[in-house]
């Protein structure tokens, strides 16, 4: 495998993205967004938004850095965009206007591509540490290391967005409106913190 790949870099890249990515941490997020759903639908949601965040990141991985530099975009600002967008989505969340998402035209669920897709799991955290990642590549067995890490990360991601309907089915109505405001409450937390990183940041740089 080692001739494939580098193994100490694979296990760095999957480790820091499951950390930030937090696969068992999307699941009261998911069962919020998708909570007036059927089974089918919410598990089209699930593939959808792996897809979204899978193609974002490796999109970034590749040409964010390029394309952050010709539009004169530094890192922070991405991540202060990325936690108001969060927040918004947050403050529906503890309101409960997220409870009935509203279907765009050919039966897509729009929360699956926004804000579930990104920036939630392709978030700024995401984004930034596959950037530096690919940066360090300098061959193929570095590469593939990176790609496996970001593929076996999508996979955790998935497999705990598709069995959510056991939690659903677990905690029934009432209690998956609870997990709405809880959600709610972190995704705001998330949020803040992201913006409160990205002004430091900003200040540092002054």
């Given at each position: 495998?080692?001739?494939?790949?580098?193994?100490?870099?694979?296990?760095?890249?999957?480790?820091?993205?499951?950390?930030?990515?937090?696969?068992?941490?999307?699941?009261?997020?998911?069962?919020?967004?998708?909570?007036?759903?059927?089974?089918?639908?919410?598990?089209?949601?699930?593939?959808?938004?792996?897809?979204?965040?899978?193609g974002?990141?490796?999109?970034?991985?590749?040409?964010g850095?390029?394309?952050?530099?010709?539009?004169?975009?530094?890192?922070?600002?991405?991540?202060?965009?990325?936690?108001?967008?969060?927040?918004?989505?947050?403050?529906?969340?503890?309101?409960?206007?997220?409870?009935?998402?509203?279907?765009?035209?050919g039966?897509?669920?729009?929360?699956?591509?926004?804000?579930?897709?990104?920036?939630?799991l392709?978030?700024?955290?995401?984004?930034?540490?596959?950037?530096?990642?690919?940066?360090?590549?300098d061959?193929?067995?570095?590469?593939?290391?990176?790609?496996?890490?970001?593929?076996?990360?999508?996979?955790c991601?998935y497999?705990?967005?598709?069995?959510?309907?056991?939690?659903?089915?677990?905690?029934?109505?009432?209690?998956?409106?609870?997990?709405?405001?809880?959600?709610?409450?972190?995704?705001?937390?998330?949020?803040?913190?992201?913006?409160?990183?990205?002004?430091?940041?900003?200040?540092?740089?002054?």
């Amino acid at each position: 495998m080692s001739r494939l790949l580098d193994v100490q870099l694979f296990i760095s890249v999957f480790v820091t993205l499951f950390v930030i990515m937090d696969p068992p941490g999307t699941v009261p997020v998911f069962l919020a967004l998708t909570s007036s759903m059927t089974q089918h639908q919410r598990k089209r949601a699930a593939r959808q938004a792996i897809a979204v965040s899978f193609g974002v990141i490796l999109g970034f991985a590749f040409f964010g850095q390029q394309v952050l530099t010709y539009l004169h975009v530094t890192l922070p600002a991405l991540q202060a965009a990325g936690g108001l967008l969060l927040l918004l989505i947050a403050m529906e969340l503890l309101t409960g206007k997220l409870e009935d998402p509203t279907p765009v035209p050919g039966g897509a669920v729009n929360v699956a591509m926004v804000p579930l897709g990104t920036p939630l799991l392709a978030g700024p955290g995401a984004i930034v540490a596959t950037m530096v990642y690919a940066q360090q590549v300098d061959g193929t067995k570095q590469w593939a290391a990176v790609l496996l890490g970001l593929v076996l990360v999508h996979a955790c991601l998935y497999l705990s967005m598709r069995f959510a309907d056991v939690v659903n089915r677990v905690l029934g109505s009432s209690g998956t409106s609870l997990i709405s405001r809880i959600a709610g409450l972190l995704l705001a937390a998330i949020a803040v913190q992201l913006l409160a990183e990205a002004v430091l940041t900003f200040a540092r740089q002054v």
